[in-house]
């Protein structure tokens, strides 16, 4: 892992209580969720969570210094980004001893030539956790989360409280590689009492325009019995039932919503691994243009393990006309046929191995040559054995390269053996996914800080290191049934019920319009 997180901090006598200074003063890797009252730390549960992000190789490994609990001020911070990249860090402050108008402002980063590297300024608000609709507890403190535009204004400072701001840095395809630099200076008022130096260091590569990893995330729970994606038409006052399934008055808004919310996906690099479940009804034409839109990856056919009977080995007769109806319209289509792909079972494939052979079998029968995937966090190389000749999508939990837990030797060699299957006879391909321990919960809501954005980020750059084609997320519309101003579900952000990530939140609340609704 190349990626480097080094903290810059002020001299403290304790992180743990009321310290000597007025202030505390932070630059921080981008971006933890930081807690609004709670004093800022390097938190053990906190720095578990970012090893649960680490590789098994020296190299691999994200580097950071820790906050020096028995004083000892540590240097300035720097960052590392690729050419055409964004890339940011957070400006933290902690008022200790009076209420001030805060103010911040950040130099161009610029390099020995004067060349500069763009950047935009936020500040973030913070929300107040809640129960959620499992009867989660909320957390123990509001955190930041909304990133609202920064041009300078006053931010009025209460004893005991934390103002953050975000940095984000955008570099050119043709960003001259090297190192630029920035001063960060902090006024109460028009008098200035504080500033740090950051650097960030360009690569001499760029990433591609383009979203490159099959990044894959569900709209509807086709493949678990959670029924979590109600929420976002109740949300907007559409009743839905246990599957999500509306009436037929309120269909021409939940088909808005769903549309949009689709189009907010696929904008951002994610393939929503269904289409809408009308879109195949009402329009076979407009399916088809879907399927085919550049922005998607891949895309799912919606039949798995309910739809079989074991008894006589078999898919039901809905479920054979469903694969039937998307074998029409992309069964002789070479492009969209290597986009579809099918979920059979969820995390079953080492104590259901036979059910998995019997259904892989059928379905071979029904659609050959099929692409499918079976997501497991069992052990490794059993697993991959039972996988191997029934699906062709390589799919472990993240924890299965955690050299943090278990055996290091165990999971170095998962970790070559996943990054070699190139070279394998029958090559898969290789996603891999979170799952809801990585992603963390309200436990780590505990600590001052969340680090759940640094997860957002870091697995992208695995992707790169390991090889890898994808990344495959459980459900993404899990939202609340009602909230206040300024309050999420204690579980958004770090996890969807049982699944993995909450890709919006209501940005209305802070002036911010919605671009496809």
């Known amino acids: 892992m190349l990626l480097v997180l080094l903290m810059s901090v002020v001299r403290v006598t304790n992180m743990y209580a009321q310290t000597d200074n007025p202030y505390m003063f932070y630059l921080l890797y981008s971006d933890y969720q930081v807690c609004e009252q709670k004093i800022l730390h390097q938190g053990e549960s906190a720095a578990n969570t970012i090893q649960c992000q680490q590789l098994p190789p020296d190299e691999f490994r994200i580097t950071y210094e820790y906050f020096d609990r028995n004083g000892g001020e540590r240097r300035n911070g720097y960052l590392t980004m690729a050419q055409n990249e964004k890339e940011g860090f957070q400006v933290f402050f902690r008022e200790q001893e009076k209420t001030r108008n805060l103010r911040i402002e950040v130099s161009p980063f610029k390099n020995s030539q004067n ?38 204004e006053i931010q ?63 709209i509807y729970d086709c493949n678990s019995s959670y029924n979590a994606n109600r929420s976002i038409f109740t949300l907007n006052g559409i009743a839905a039932d246990e599957g999500g399934n509306v009436s037929e008055a309120d269909l021409p808004m939940a088909k808005r919503i769903l549309d949009g919310y689709q189009e907010c996906l696929l904008d951002h690099g994610v393939s929503p691994y269904e289409l809408p479940r009308w879109i195949m ?22 039949v798995n393990h309910s739809h079989y009977n074991t008894n006589n080995g078999n898919f ?104 070699d299957r190139d070279n394998h006879p ?13 992603c963390g919960g309200t436990y780590f809501w505990i600590s001052p800080l969340s680090t759940v954005g640094v997860m957002r980020r870091v697995p992208f750059w695995q992707q790169y290191l390991m090889n890898s084609d994808g990344w495959l997320h459980w459900n993404c519309a899990y939202l609340p049934d009602n909230w206040e101003k300024n309050t999420l579900p204690a579980s958004s952000g770090i996890q969807t019920g049982n699944g993995d990530g909450v890709l919006l939140y209501p940005g209305t609340m802070f002036g911010q319009a919605l671009k496809h609704l």
């Open 115 to 152: 060349e500069v590297i763009q950047h935009s300024l936020y500040w973030e608000d913070f929300f107040t956790a809640i129960n959620n609709a499992k009867g989660a507890p909320g957390a123990p403190d509001a955190l930041s989360e909304a990133l609202i535009p920064y041009t300078g």
């Open 156 to 218: 009025t400072t209460t004893i005991g409280h934390n103002k953050v701001f975000y940095v984000e840095l955008k570099s050119t395809k043709n960003q001259t590689p090297g190192e630029y630099t920035s001063t960060i200076k902090v006024f109460d008022g028009d008098e200035e009492f504080d500033e740090k130096t950051i650097t960030i260091r360009v690569w001499n590569f760029a990433l591609p325009e383009t979203h490159y990893s099959e990044v894959v995330m569900g």
């Open 281 to 302: 009804n009402d329009d076979p034409k407009a399916a088809e243009l879907a399927m085919a839109d550049l922005r998607r990856k891949v895309f799912s056919i919606p």
């Open 316 to 419: 039901s007769s809905d479920a054979i006309a469903t694969i039937n109806q998307y074998k029409d319209i992309v069964y002789n289509n070479p492009f969209l046929k290597d986009k579809a792909f099918f979920y059979p079972r969820d995390e079953r494939a080492l104590n259901e191995g036979n059910l998995l052979t019997a259904m892989m079998e059928r379905l071979q029968e029904l659609w050959p040559g099929c692409h499918a995937v079976s997501p497991f966090d069992t052990d490794y190389s059993q697993t991959t054995a039972i996988l191997n000749g029934k699906t062709d999508i390589l799919c472990p939990n993240q924890d299965l390269f955690n050299p943090y837990k278990q055996n290091y030797d165990v999971k170095q060699s998962n970790y070559l053996d996943f990054i």
């Open 426 to 438: 029958n090559r898969f391909r290789t996603w891999r996914y979170q799952g809801d321990a990585l």
